[in-house]
């Protein structure tokens, strides 16, 4: 049993490891990449300290202990601006960060410390290390404090989805599959973490639960790192950091008119939008300039972000092929997958949005028309 624990927190290791090397070597470097470096770091400490425990590893585990005593606190709060990095500016983080992070610093302080100092033997009475001798409630608070703070990170995710939209033409969620799905694998862990302390602290287990805990992180972790850490939006540019970056790139009229018309007549003549999975680097590559450009032009100079004026064309698209004969034996949603959308929900959401009336009372109106 020691063996297969200890080649699944070796494991664990290396697949911390690679993805923060992975994570390093990304080409765009973000604020968002280095708290994500920080809580993989974190759990790098976690799994060597249990490894420490496993080997009798005396001053390896005082040093990971230092680290992971409190890590819960520390990774909810992570996860959290890990989450609000990815949509906001960094110095609009900083200030919060501090606040989000002070309950961290003080549990280091007042228990962490101190209780280092009286395990390596050391005489400074700490009488307020009483409360240590109810180490479970302590753990459990941390389990508690961790798990609300994935939550509220989960909801906050959600929130932001719709800034996803400057970028990319169809609103998918597989274009937020690896955060979501990294979020959802801590509230497993969590889930999993609370309820292995409830089984120890009512039937007493002689065996320490918090290796389940930690063998379901790699677990996780391994998941993620095989199957999310290439998926694109780890790397994507923050919206908004993107936007006041290229702020700097004033174009001239000229240049101006020029994009202008080259993007509609990539749209007019090409109909790259008829492609659902169709990308701001996708057009930007067709209209030979940056997609950061592009995407600043878009906003700034047409006042409109990319996901609505793609969208705006499949309309307009869908409008002319709903009375065309060809199409007459084609459902609404039929002729709208040929338009380039790729779901049912976002193709009626899309047009009501774009003529105030839903897809069916348009072929009604066209259809009295006629």
């Not at 109810?134 to 404090?145: P, V």
């Not at 930007?284 to 995407?295: C, P, Q, T």
Request: one cysteine or more.
């Amino acid at each position: 049993m020691k063996l297969i624990v200890d080649f699944i927190l070796v494991t664990g290791l290396i697949i911390s490891i690679l993805i923060i090397y992975k994570i390093k070597k990304a080409e765009v470097r973000l604020f968002s990449h280095t708290i994500l470096v920080l809580i993989f770091a974190f759990i790098i400490i976690i799994i060597l300290n249990f490894y420490s425990l496993l080997h009798d590893i005396y001053l390896l585990y005082i040093f990971t202990f230092l680290f992971e005593d409190a890590s819960r606190i520390l990774l909810g709060s992570l996860i959290y601006f890990y989450i609000k990095s990815i949509f906001i500016e960094r110095t609009e983080l900083y200030k919060p960060l501090f606040f989000h992070m002070l309950p961290y610093a003080l549990y280091l302080l007042i228990f962490t410390i101190p209780g280092i100092l009286v395990f390596v033997g050391s005489t400074i009475d700490f009488k307020h290390l009483i409360v240590l001798k109810h180490t479970s409630n302590l753990n459990l608070f941390k389990a508690i404090y961790l798990f609300v703070y994935t939550i509220l990170s989960l909801r906050l995710f959600n929130s932001y989805k719709n800034k996803y939209k400057l970028d990319y033409s169809t609103f998918s969620e597989s274009n937020f599959i690896w955060v979501k799905r990294m979020l959802i694998g801590a509230l497993i862990v969590m889930s999993i973490d609370l309820f292995t302390f409830l089984i120890d602290y009512l039937f007493n287990t002689k065996f320490d639960t918090g290796f389940i805990t930690v063998v379901a992180l790699i677990i996780i972790i391994s998941y993620l790192g095989n199957y999310g850490i290439n998926q694109p939006f780890v790397f994507l540019s923050n919206p908004i950091e993107t936007q006041r970056e290229i702020h700097k790139n004033v174009f001239s009229d000229e240049e101006i008119d020029t994009l202008k018309y080259r993007i509609e007549n990539i749209l007019h003549y090409e109909k790259p939008y008829l492609n659902p999975e169709l990308t701001l680097k996708n057009l930007a590559n067709k209209a030979k300039v940056s997609d950061k450009k592009l995407s600043f032009f878009l906003n700034q100079h047409l006042e409109t972000p990319f996901y609505d004026l793609i969208n705006s064309y499949r309309v307009d698209e869908f409008k002319e092929k709903i009375n065309l004969p060809e199409y007459e034996k084609y459902s609404l949603v039929g002729i709208a997958y040929t338009c380039g959308f790729n779901s049912k929900s976002s193709f009626y959401r899309v047009f009501k949005k774009e003529t105030g009336i839903s897809p069916t009372q348009f072929k009604k109106n066209t259809s009295n028309k006629s």
